[in-house]
């Protein structure tokens, strides 16, 4: 099923991510993830494509083909344009329909430094635009409820994201955030500039104090004070932090769904034993909210 008729199905579509291991370790480390992910019935898993090159790809194509044709549940399928060329996008495309994997998230991908003589593509709406062309596709795109650290604003930055939907993108995952608040101003200042296509809100629980403010460095994330409160606090204890990190994410999502958001993406960071509470805390709100609309 393509993920944008799962929209229409649904007042409220809840799914995760999970990401390849590293180079240097054996695929199947994420296997059991997959299996135990599985088991909390998600309405798709998406997974990233980070840097590696087409080693990196294959994992994503193998893994996401594992979640669709052993799982059946719908995948969708990471894909960065930045320093691609044609040629190779074809065939990755390639790669993934001979999978049945027909979800793709088109985005742009971090610019490393590493050049392959191609400036095919520069900006994900490029890559939308020609995957568009190809027929019975379902093209996701990201968003950045606080704009993109690359920005000057967050207006400009709903300019850009309004090429992507221009271009054909079918549904958008939101960047994590810590502050619903900031994450419904985006909605309001999406909604004005006539983007109406479905957007997933993505939360990532904390569970490790350094790298949440790693993340939050990098994407630009606002941390609220009672937020780094929490990191402050437990911090020393792991269970503690996980506990108090799983008890935050919940909170916000128990006031997203109740506000009516199109869907929530977890960022699981390829932990079972997190997205199982989360699920299991949430789980009878999400049913109610697609009961309603049955």
């Known amino acids: 099923m393509l993920i944008k008729d799962l929209f229409k199905q649904k007042r409220m579509v809840f799914s995760f991510e999970i990401f390849p291991p590293k180079l240097t370790s054996p695929i199947e480390t994420v296997y059991k993830t997959i299996e135990e992910l599985a088991v909390l019935n998600p309405d798709y898993i998406s997974v990233t494509y980070g840097a ?44 993934l329909n001979k999978n049945n994997i027909k979800n793709i998230l088109a985005l742009r991908g971090d610019v490393n430094g590493e050049e392959n003589g191609s400036d095919r593509y520069n900006y994900a709406f490029e890559l939308i635009k020609h995957l568009r ?41 939101s960047q994590l955030f810590f502050d619903n608040n900031l994450y419904y101003n985006f909605l309001d200042k999406a909604a004005s500039k006539n983007i109406n296509i479905p957007i997933q809100a993505g939360i990532m629980p904390v569970t490790n104090k350094k790298q949440i403010e ?17 990191m402050d606090k437990y911090e020393h204890n792991k269970e503690a932090l996980r506990d108090a990190g799983i008890a935050y994410a919940v909170e916000q999502i128990v006031d997203l769904v109740s506000s009516g ?27 109610h909210i697609n009961e309603e609309a049955i």
């Open 133 to 173: 062309d190809k027929g019975n596709l379902c093209l996701g795109a990201a968003c950045y409820p606080e704009g993109h650290v690359q920005s000057d604003n967050l207006d400009n930055d709903i300019l850009y994201l309004k090429n992507k939907v221009d271009a054909g993108a079918d549904f958008l995952v």
């Open 214 to 230: 790693r993340i939050a460095s990098l994407s630009g994330a606002y941390l609220p004070q009672k937020f780094i409160k929490i």
């Open 52 to 95: 590696g090159g087409s080693v990196n790809n294959n994992r994503t194509c193998e893994l996401s083909s594992l979640v669709k044709n052993k799982y059946g549940i719908e995948a969708l399928a990471h894909l960065t344009c930045i320093n691609s060329s044609e040629d190779k996008i074809n065939k990755i495309v390639e790669n």
């Open 261 to 287: 958001v199109s869907g929530i993406h977890l960022y699981t960071m390829n932990n079972p034993y997190v997205a199982k509470k989360i699920t299991n805390s949430i789980e009878s709100l999400i049913n």
